[in-house]
């Protein structure tokens, strides 16, 4: 009597992209799984999503032989030309996608560590979204609020402003920046009353 027995062969592991636009591909589709945890109040599920992010378009685009060497790794090495200071992906339209991947991506970030009233988090991913844009609204916005939470209202207003400028039907903006307004007059307030108290005490009697 013969027995027969059944193997159980193991799946393949699914192959890392190795070419620029499927780096940019499966990069976009982390964002896009960030966000719907960010939707379920997920957050730190989100935050490890978009940080997974930058494991696919760090490096694919920069100006030095670091960089070079990191596509060549990834496996962009036939996709890149190099000029005096600067190396590229792809062309435009790929450096493009980059870019705003990046944005995006730091802009999630920091509205998720806000969620999570981790506000210096918050601040430094809202600096690296408006590092490679100043022009992001959301993000003057989301390092406004902050910087508020730190209780740097001064440094947070200007942003405000400037966002609410960008968005005025933004009612969580026009909020925060009401707010700083009568945070920021209350403290100019308080320093005209001390300088006066100062110099009261150094003339008076």
Known sequence: MSSSTTTTSTPSPTPLPSTVPEKITHATALKTQGNEFFKIAE???????????????????????????????????????????NVKVGGTEEEDEIKKLKIDVNANLSMAYLKLSDWSKALQYADASLSLDPTTTKSLYRKGLALHHLGRDDQAMPLLVKANEDDPGNTSIARTLQTVKVNVKAKE?????????????????
């Open 43 to 85: 957050y730190k599920k989100a935050i490890k999503c978009y940080k997974k992010v930058f494991l696919f378009v760090n490096g694919l685009h920069g100006s030095d032989s670091q960089m070079k060497g990191f596509m060549q790794a990834m496996g962009a090495s036939s996709r890149w030309e190099e000029t005096d200071d």
């Open 189 to 205: 307030k308080e320093e005209k009353k001390k300088q006066k108290e100062l110099f009261s005490g150094a003339f008076g009697s």
